[in-house]
């Protein structure tokens, strides 16, 4: 085989924004001259939700997608007749240019065992004439949600709610991020409690821009032992700019 490595190089790992360039390249390999049919790279987004429920005679799969954009590069275009790109042995580099449209996107989202996850993907195909397998490489790329949200800072559980949706079902998984007991208040008095919630760093921000998927997060005072509760939702916000690695 000719081809040593194909990969797809982003330029950059960092968190994407809306409207941002990715500028990067393909790259090559080649261990002795290859005739290449055409070369092309491709910046995707989407959400996909798939889950599957038991009944007593059969399983029933619930599953739904929705592309939000799809950008294609051509590097090398498709040959026609005599035409042919022949690349000789060594490397070689491909640089592109795509940009994230400038409209409302959802962050990237995968978190298992939930069964959606929003994607962003950067994808790279070279096609060889008389050769059933194409050479392809995809990297997955981070993407931050633009959503213009006021920050909640509530004075208790905190939990996260990632509903999915599929034509007329609908699927919700609850995760706790944190679990924390007050002191307690003596009889015949009042007071007020302050506590300092720590939101573990890996927590997904809010996704409430999406028609199949949402990340949802709330906190829930419970008093006891008069089994008194009081929820109200809260959003948790992306990285600032400066903030992203």
Not at 205 to 234: H, T
Request: hydrophobic share 35%; with cysteine; charged share 20%.
């Amino acid at each position: 085989m000719s081809v040593t490595r194909f990969w797809v190089n982003p330029g950059s790992y960092r968190s994407f924004m809306r409207g941002e360039e990715v500028k990067g390249s393909v790259n090559v390999e080649l261990k002795e001259e290859c005739i290449v049919g055409s070369l092309s790279v491709q910046l995707r987004g989407k959400t996909s939700v798939r889950w599957t429920e038991a009944g007593l005679l059969f399983n029933t799969t619930h599953h739904a997608k929705e592309v939000y954009f799809c950008e294609e590069q051509v590097l090398l275009p498709a040959t026609k007749g005599k035409e042919k790109h022949v690349l000789s042995a060594g490397p070689h580099t491909f640089p592109f240019s795509l940009h994230f449209p400038d409209q409302d996107l959802p962050g990237d989202f995968i978190a298992f065992p939930t069964p959606g996850m929003t994607t962003y993907t950067l994808s790279a195909c070279m096609k060889r004439p008389g050769l059933r397998r194409n050479c392809r490489d995809k990297s997955f790329l981070s993407y931050a949600s633009s959503v213009d949200l006021t920050s909640i800072v509530p004075e208790l559980m905190v939990s996260g709610f990632v509903p999915h949706k599929a034509r007329t079902e609908r699927n919700v998984k609850t995760l706790q991020l944190v679990n924390e007991k007050l002191e307690a208040v003596p009889p015949s008095t009042t007071q007020t409690l302050h506590q300092l919630i720590r939101i573990p760093h890996d927590a997904y921000p809010s996704v409430l821009n999406c028609s199949l998927l949402k990340v949802e997060y709330r906190i829930q005072v419970i008093v006891s032992p008069v089994s008194m509760s009081f929820k109200f939702p809260i959003v948790l916000l992306p990285p600032l700019p400066n903030e992203i690695p």
